[in-house]
């Protein structure tokens, strides 16, 4: 059974920092995109970030390209979302997902994609 695990939510001012990191087990995890979804009370959930197994693709929201960089660490078989710059508008529940959809142009979620319980992300103006 697959297993996501996102941690490093928070409450930060505008401007500030956090990184989030997502742990997945039960699957091989080098084998896998990985990304991250939010979503905000009221809206849609949306992709935030992707990155492929072999990190040769990565793909961000033009919302916060620029701002959030993702990366991940398969021997630790976990994915990191920095987000740098953070505004009110990123503040939302951030989902980390194991095998989502990941191209240059576009990520989604898939009928396979495994997901974290979510983890809070807070700013405030």
């Known amino acids: 059974q697959v297993q996501v695990t996102e941690s490093g939510g928070g409450s930060v001012q505008a401007g500030g920092s956090l990184r989030l990191s997502c742990t997945a087990s039960?699957?091989?995890?080098?084998?896998?995109?990985m990304g991250w979804f939010r979503q905000a009370p009221g809206k849609p959930r949306e992709g935030v970030s992707c990155?492929?197994?072999?990190?040769?693709?990565?793909w961000h929201n033009s919302a916060v390209k620029g701002r959030f960089t993702i990366s991940r660490d398969n021997a630790k078989k976990t994915v990191y979302l920095q987000m740098n710059n953070l505004k009110p508008d990123d503040a939302a529940v951030y989902y980390c997902a194991a095998n989502v959809e990941c191209g240059t142009a576009i990520m989604g979620d898939r009928r396979q994609t495994s997901w974290g319980q979510g983890t809070q992300v807070t700013v405030s103006s």
């Open positions: 990155i492929t197994s072999s990190t040769a693709v990565i």
């Open positions: 039960g699957l091989t995890f080098d084998d896998y995109n």
